[in-house]
Structures are given as C-alpha cells and as structure tokens.
C-alpha cells in the first residue's frame, strides 16, 4: 500500500516538473528567442527599419594608381524628431502650414501640418548662428522631407563642412537639440578633369530609381548616390557599397523609443581600368595643344585601352555632391562641348582608313595589281581628284605599299572597285568598324561603313564613286579614333583582332576577386583569308609613311624607337572648319607595344597637326619603359578652341622638321560633289537635354536665406533654455 502511494507521488512530482519547465522553456521562447517577433505584435508597439548606405568603391588605374575614391567629408544633419521634441517642452502649440496635395482623382485636397522649418529656425538656428555655422539652404526642401519621412530619416542641411567648422562644432556644441556632425565618403576625382570621359560623375541618391521590391524591404529607404556617366555608371553596381540596416523600435504614440539594432555597410568593390595613368596624363598634356580632338591608346598584343582622351574636358568634382545650375549651363552650352567625348563618337577617318581598304583588297587578289593614281578618276561626267591634283602632278602607276606610302586617292579610288564593296565590307567587319567597340562607358557610337544595302535605305542607289569614296574615308564613311587605333593595333600585331579592352578586374577591399575579364582574340586575320606576308606589305607601307623620303608623316619620325603610321586629312561639310586631321601609329616595328590614333577636329593637315602628338605620346611611354618616371598630375579642365590648328610642335627642332615635311604632307580633296546633301554631315553631338542629368543645387528660397546672420551680432545662445523655463 506505501509503495502504492509512494510511486503515485513520485509520478505527480515528476509530472509537476515537467510541467513547469515546458513553462519555464515556453517563457524562454516568447520572451528571449522571439521577443522581436511577438513585440511588434503587441498593439501599439512596432519596429520600423532604415537603409544605411555602404561606402563607394575606388577606381583605380592598371598599376594600382587611386583615380576616384570617396574621401571622409562632414555633415550636419537634423533629427528633426528631436527637435520637435525639444520645442514642445517649450511651446503649447505648434506651428503649421497649409500644404496642397491631389487625390488619384486630381482633386486639390488642402491639409494642415506642422511648420517643422519655423520649429528648425527657433530650436536650432541661434546655436548655430552662435557658432558661425548657418548657411543658405532650401527651406522647402526641409519640408517636403519632413513630410515623407516622419523625421525618421535625418535632413541633411550642409554637406560641406570644413575640418575647422566640424572641430568648432565638436568643441563648443553644448546642447543644441538635434544636431549632429556625421562622417560620410564624398566622391573624389582625385586628379580634376584627368580621364574625365572615362570616369564620368554622380548623382546624390534618387528614391524614385530604386524598384519598389527593394524599398518594400525597409520601412525607410535612404539611397546610394549612383553613376550616370562613365564607368561610375556602367560598374555601378560593382562600384556602389553594401548597404547597412538600422532597426528602431516606436511606441504606441509612435515615438521613438530606442535602437534595437544597427548592421554596420560595407564598402563597395575597386574597379581597376587597364588604363596607364601616366600615359594618360602625357596624352591630355599633349592635348593640350589643340582645342578639339582625342586620343586613343592600345596595347597591340591583348587590346588593353593604356589611354582615352578628349579635349575639351570637363571636371568631375564640380558634380560632387551636386552641380551649380550655372556650372551645368557653362558645360552644356559651350559650342566647343566639353561634356561630349570625342574619342568614341565617329568622323570621317579620311586615308587612315586607306589601311582596311588596303587589308580588304588582300582577300581578293587586286593587291598583286598596280593603279594608275592619273590625279584622280572620273565617275559620270564628273572628276575625284587625288590631293596631288593641286601640286600639279600624279603619283603615276603603283603598288599598294607606295599608294600608302604616298597616301594615293587615285590609285584607293581604282583599288577598291578592283577589290569591291563586298570585300570592303567583309574586312571593315572584322576589324570592328561600323560597329560599338563594347567598352563599358557611356556615349559610344558605332560609326558608318556604307555599302548597298545601307545606302537603299537612304532612298539611293549604290555607284562606283560610293565605292571610291569609302576607299579614302569620306562621304558617309566614319569611324571613331578609338576603333581606328584598334585597327592599327591589329595590322602592328601581325593581323591579330583584340577586343578593346578597358576594365580589367574588379576586387574586393581584401584583394579577393570578384570579377576579371581576360584578353579576347575576336579574329585572326590570318585566319580568315589573308597570310602574313600580306599584313606585312601594309604593316611596311605605315613604315614607309613615317621614315622614307617623300611618305606624307616625315614629321613623325622617331630616334628613340621605329615609329610607322598613316595620315589622314578629311574634308567637313563646315565652311568654318574645311577639314580635320588624322594620324594612326605604332611602335616599334618589330615587337609594337603601343598603337595610337590621334584626331585634331579643325587640323589642317594629319601630318602637320596630328602625327606630332603621337610621336610625343609615343616617345615618352618608351622612356617610361626605360625608367622615366612621369607623374600623375591634377589636370584643370581643357578649355576648347575653335581656330585652325595648322601644325603642333613640342619644341624648335621639331618646327624646323615641319618645314621640310610640310612638301609631302597630303591635303583634303574635295568630294561635296559626290555626296548627296542628305549623307554631307551626320552629327553625333548630344543636346543637352540627352546628356545624363546631374543633380543640380537647388538655389535657397526666401526662408532658407539664412548665411549672412553669421556676420551680425550673435545672441548669447541659452542650450537649455526651456528647462529654465520650466523652472520658473
């Protein structure tokens, strides 16, 4: 009977315990494990999470050289919760505004709310007058954050406090409600204008740019500042930081009550170009001779991009944190164009586009032929002269080596009918003319190779003097500087196609790799119908160009290294700019490791005003590879000029060497005759309303005029005052 009773109290007892420790660990699960979950449940009580921008990457040059970073700059910002809060304890009423706003309807609904920048102006605005720290800002532009953002997000109201101004701040704030200095990463183009066109700009965050499943994931959606120009753009997502998250917890008044939890961002991804910042900053100090044109440079053996420039340029800082209204309207409305980069948009490449037509006629067998130059040719009952018609003699009957040599019109004329458009059409494609080079910046065009089809859909019918006009780079031909330098990198190279290449990897801060695109061989031209010793005979012909009697770029020739290349003066259809000026080259001959294309808009000749810039471009990064050192320099903007750029020289010897070279150097010829008045000129030039738009500085209004109350008598600023009236 006792064990009887014994057992059954053992088993209550036991059932006891079991009990309570299924309470004690449901308790445990409630309030410990899942508080965040059952709390937001509890009426009145909720939390509310904000987005917490991350850091911007850098960009930085091939070798590891910082072009952009995102230095530490100083914010004042108002928590404009607390200082409402703060007036309150002051103030029975508060103030308020009308403010009209339209139903789906588009009705006028007019609604009351709070004057938050007369509570601004009373609670924080004689501390900071105190302190010398007020400014001129936009007082509606307060409101309206005011009003969308419950006061949750902070109002930044100066983004360009000095180091002195933060330091004067932090030393003697004692108690201004609402106000704190933050630390946050300002876009820095360290070095000014320095591959402007490259780099591009940005603008200060746009909520309406962010997909409404992205702000669903934060009750407050603070955002990124974004690229619109350059590779800030097109490697945005790379370039942009991991954003952070801020977890707050309200009551059910829905005051702030606390931080419940804060994930630190994360910085963004560098994006390393294949760009030489060295050879970048000889190629705009070159530029700096002439007012229009553009430079490309190409390494001949993978199609890395060492150098892309255009002149006149523009500087990226003046959009950090944002644009002047007249800033903006001094870069858009400039005739000369600055914004518009002018080593991807295409020209008429006038003769340098004699080597692909060279190239072309090497798929056939019109290369074996000699042509006739006879001054030029007829077509119809009208003459195409060649540019020796106006000295007064032919180049007679020759080969392609001397036809490039001596830049021959009359013979290409003959030469490429011989080969066919078909043919010109085929090597055109596989050099990558007519088409984007696929480099990842904004703005590039593709350019024009016409041919028959083309040319039936311009409503015209395709003729022989078409096909001549191609074969010297004219009429509706064009190109860009930077796909002429790619084909120059492919004939130096032995026939070798590279895609042109600009990013080469992306990495993490701790050097892991998160992205990294090798060399890509598009074709091998050797591979495709033609033989070595064919690239050769117009790889020798750019030789002769440069370093033989009587070629059309004396000027070019080099004592450091075997420099070739190939000149070309195009006619416009601007009476107020005749011509333009070309010259593509490479060096050495034997191994080339650079290839450059230089276009002077408004030059009078390539040898006289082009092939100068890129013997000194040359010259120098043969003498940085010899160990020269060159430094990278800040670079003010290059101002642009409209007169006409006859000849460049880099020091007296070299005008000296134009004067002789000036005999040989090849003009324009004039084919307007020939070319419909539909195809004359085609301009790639943007309007300004197509360029990527910055965000511009909003002007203060009336009530945010407030900076010049830092130079009257100060009143004593009381911090506490409304604790003195309290005690009262």
């Known amino acids: 009977m006792v064990t009887h009773f014994r057992f059954r109290l053992y088993l209550l007892a036991v059932l006891v315990m079991a009990g309570i420790s299924l309470l004690v660990y449901r308790l445990y699960q409630i309030q410990v494990v899942e508080h965040q979950y059952y709390a937001a449940r509890v009426p009145g009580s909720k939390f509310e999470s904000v987005r917490i921008p991350g850091i911007r990457g850098e960009i930085k040059d091939r070798n590891g050289i910082t072009l952009v970073d995102s230095t530490p700059t100083y914010d004042m910002q108002f928590d404009l919760r607390e200082i409402l809060a703060a007036y309150k304890k002051t103030h029975e009423d508060l ?280 001054a030029g040719a007829h077509y119809g009952n009208k003459f195409m002269k060649c540019w020796c018609a106006g000295k007064g003699y032919t180049h007679g009957s020759i080969d392609v080596g001397s036809a490039i040599k001596v830049s021959c019109n009359g013979f290409f004329y003959r030469y490429a009918n011989h080969a066919g458009i078909k043919d010109i059409q085929t090597m055109t494609g596989l050099l990558g003319l007519g088409k984007k080079t696929g480099i990842p910046i904004t703005g590039e065009n593709p350019g024009n190779v016409p041919n028959p089809e083309w040319l039936r859909m311009q409503g015209l019918l395709w003729s022989d003097a078409f096909t001549a006009l191609v074969s010297i780079g004219q009429g509706a031909t064009e190109a860009s500087p930077l796909q002429m330098a790619s084909v120059t990198a492919s004939v130096s190279n032995g026939g070798k196609v590279y895609q042109p290449r600009l990013v080469k990897k992306v990495a993490e801060k701790d050097g892991k790799i998160v992205w990294e695109e090798p060399p890509k061989l598009k074709h091998d031209l050797t591979k495709e119908g033609l033989t070595a010793e064919q690239i050769e005979m117009v790889k020798r012909g750019m030789w002769r160009v440069v370093n033989e009697g009587g070629g059309t770029a004396g000027r070019a020739r080099s004592s450091l290294t075997v420099l070739s290349g190939k000149t070309g003066t195009a006619q416009t259809a601007n009476p107020q700019q005749p011509t333009n000026a070309w010259f593509i080259s490479f060096a050495p001959y034997d191994d080339p490791e650079i290839a450059v294309c230089i276009f002077v808009e408004n030059g009078n000749s390539g040898g006289g005003a082009a092939s100068p810039i890129a013997k000194h471009i040359i010259e120098n990064a043969v003498l940085l590879k010899q160990g020269r050192d060159i430094e990278v320099v800040a670079m003010a903007e290059a101002k642009g000029r409209t007169d006409r750029v006859m000849s460049v020289a880099f020091d007296d010897s070299d005008l000296e060497a134009f004067a002789q070279a000036d005999e040989n150097s090849e003009s324009a010829v004039d084919v307007a005759a020939f070319v419909p008045d539909s195809l004359q000129e085609r301009n790639f030039r943007p309007l300004s309303g197509s360029l990527a738009q910055p965000t511009i500085k909003q002007s203060s209004d009336r009530r945010g005029q407030v900076g010049s109350m830092n130079a009257r008598p100060k009143p004593k600023f009381q911090p506490f005052k409304w604790l003195q009236r309290k005690r009262r």
């Open 95 to 374: 103030p308020d505004k009308d403010w009209v706003r339209y139903d789906s309807y588009g009705q006028q609904e007019r609604k009351k709310e709070v004057d938050i920048v007369k509570v601004v102006q009373e609670t924080v605005f004689p501390g900071l007058q105190e302190l010398g720290l007020l400014a001129d800002y936009n007082a509606n532009s307060m409101q309206v954050h005011f009003r969308s953002t419950r006061g949750i997000v902070p109002f930044t109201y100066r983004r360009d406090l000095s180091f002195r101004e933060f330091a004067r701040f932090a030393e003697n704030n004692v108690g201004i409600p609402g106000v704190t200095i933050t630390r946050s990463g300002r876009r820095r183009y360290i070095y000014d204008s320095l591959a402007c066109h490259i780099l591009g700009y940005m603008n200060l965050a746009d909520i309406d740019q962010v997909p409404a499943e992205k702000k669903r994931e934060f009750n407050y959606y603070v955002g990124d500042d974004y690229g619109v120009m350059g590779v800030e753009r097109t490697m945005d997502n790379h370039l942009q930081g991991k954003p952070g998250k801020l977890v707050i917890e309200k009551d059910e008044k829905g005051k702030f009550v606390g931080e419940v939890s804060r994930t630190e961002p994360m910085p963004g991804s560098d994006v390393y170009l294949t760009i030489d910042a060295k050879i970048q900053t000889v190629v705009e100090q070159s530029l700096r001779k002439i007012g229009r044109g553009a430079a490309a440079v190409i390494d001949p053996q993978t199609g890395d991009i060492l150098a892309l420039a255009s002149v006149p340029s523009f500087n990226p800082n003046v959009f950090i944190p944002e644009v002047s209204l007249n800033d903006w309207k001094r870069y858009t409305e400039d005739p000369t164009s600055p914004m518009f980069c002018r080593a991807i948009n295409p020209y008429a490449p006038g003769s340098t586009f004699k080597i692909p037509v060279a190239l072309s006629g090497c798929l056939g067998d019109s290369w074996k032929f000699r042509f006739s130059c006879g």
